[in-house]
């Protein structure tokens, strides 16, 4: 089955400095990438998707990138604000349909602090 | 309310409880997913119901977790004699039955202690 590994686990930036977490996946069937963003107590909540159709997609801020032959997708945020301070999960599953359910398949997370 | 609803929100349990943790996804949503997550970890899938039909339980742990989706729309997830390693968020989510998009929205979760 398919297994997401996700970096780093922690990542402390300056406000106003870059953010980039990176994942790996291991089945080349997978072929939608969504990242959430898990505040404390909260449920994920999805900030940005990406297909495997697509190599980037950008969001004001934050943009994910895709390569589909090293089965790694990345997740940047430029201009970092103490709010944007969380856990980030990147994710794949295959899409819905032809027998797939859709579900995904969660890295690790990355817990990222931005200080002020 | 627009989004995933879940309840409770908290529940302390005792070892050997049964627990009951319901999830009322947004409305219209046929898929129905329900995770846990241990702490500190990322989300792990438990079961997939697409309107009343479990479709996938290949994520339930034991034959002590069972849940159902009898109309279609809420959700129950039902753990027998708890454990305290079933001390987890238990995460539900839903999305639209779509071949075009697979925008999944979860709830805040049912945080559930075993003590």
């Known amino acids: 089955g398919e297994n997401v590994e996700q970096h780093p686990s922690t990542l402390s930036v300056q406000e106003g400095d870059s953010a980039v977490i990176k994942c790996t996946y291991s089945?080349?069937?997978?072929?939608?990438f969504p990242w959430y963003k898990q505040e404390l107590g909260k449920g994920p909540q999805l900030i940005i998707d990406i297909r495997s159709n697509v190599g980037e997609k950008k969001d004001q801020r934050i943009a994910v990138t895709l390569n589909k032959t090293a089965k790694h997708f990345s997740l940047h945020i430029t201009e970092t604000q103490p709010e944007d301070s969380a856990v980030y999960f990147c994710?794949?599953?295959?899409?819905w349909g032809s027998g797939n359910t859709g579900k995904l398949i969660f890295g690790q997370g990355t817990t990222l602090q931005v200080k002020p | 309310g627009a989004g995933v609803s879940q309840s409770p929100r908290y529940k302390v349990a005792k070892r050997g409880q049964d627990v009951a943790l319901r999830c009322d996804p947004i409305?219209?949503?046929?898929?129905l997913f329900w995770y846990q997550q241990a702490l500190g970890q990322g989300p792990e899938f438990l079961t997939y119901?697409?309107?009343?039909?479990?479709?996938?339980k290949s994520g339930l742990p034991s034959d002590r977790f069972f849940a159902e989706r009898p109309e279609g729309s809420v959700s129950t997830l039902k753990i027998q004699r708890t454990q305290q390693e079933d001390s987890a968020v238990y995460l539900c989510?839903?999305?639209?039955?779509?071949?075009?998009?697979?925008?999944?929205?979860f709830g805040e979760g049912s945080w559930l202690t075993v003590v």
């Open positions: 989510a839903s999305s639209l039955y779509t071949s075009s998009g697979n925008t999944i929205y």
């Open positions: 409305s219209g949503h046929v898929s």
């Open positions: 994710a794949a599953s295959i899409l």
């Open positions: 119901f697409q309107n009343e039909a479990q479709l996938d």
């Open positions: 089945d080349s069937a997978s072929n939608y």
